[in-house]
C-alpha cells in the first residue's frame, strides 16, 4: 500500500514557476514508477510527466518539454515537478501517482495509486 500526499500548488502569473511535490508513505516507494498527471474543469485527466523507479528514465507530455521536470528522491520518498513558463493553459489539479511503469502512465493512464490532487492555477 502507498499513500500519496501533493503539496506546493497554488496561484502563479504567466512566466512564473511553481514545484510540486509528492510524499509517499511505505517501504515499496522505490519500486514504483512515479507521475504526474492533470485534469483541467470539462477535461479528462491527462498524463504530464512519469520517472522510472531509479530516476534514469523520464517522459513528457509534448505541451511542458523543456518547461517542467519531475525528479525523485528515494532517500525521502518523494518525487518533484518543477514547472517553469507557466501558461494559462497549465491551469488544473494535479494528481501524485504511482504505477508499474513508465509507459503505462504514459500512454494508458493507469497506476496503482493516485493522491487527492493539488490546485494549479496560472492567471495571464
Known amino acids: 500500500q502507498v499513500q500519496l500526499v501533493e503539496s506546493g500548488g497554488g496561484l502563479v502569473q504567466a512566466g512564473g514557476s511553481l514545484r510540486l511535490s509528492c510524499a509517499a508513505s511505505?517501504?515499496?516507494?522505490?519500486?514504483?514508477?512515479m507521475g504526474w498527471f492533470r485534469q483541467a474543469p470539462g477535461k479528462e485527466r491527462e498524463f504530464v510527466a512519469a520517472i522510472s523507479p531509479s530516476g534514469g528514465s523520464t517522459r513528457y507530455v509534448e505541451d511542458v518539454k523543456g518547461r517542467f521536470t519531475i525528479s525523485r528522491d528515494t532517500a525521502k520518498n518523494t518525487v518533484s515537478l518543477q514547472m517553469s513558463s507557466l501558461k494559462p493553459e497549465d491551469t488544473a489539479v494535479y494528481y501524485c501517482a504511482a504505477g508499474g511503469s513508465v509507459a503505462t502512465m504514459a500512454q494508458k493512464y493507469e497506476a496503482d495509486y493516485w493522491g487527492q490532487g493539488t490546485q494549479v492555477t496560472v492567471s495571464s
Open positions: 511505505g517501504r515499496t516507494f522505490r519500486y514504483y514508477a
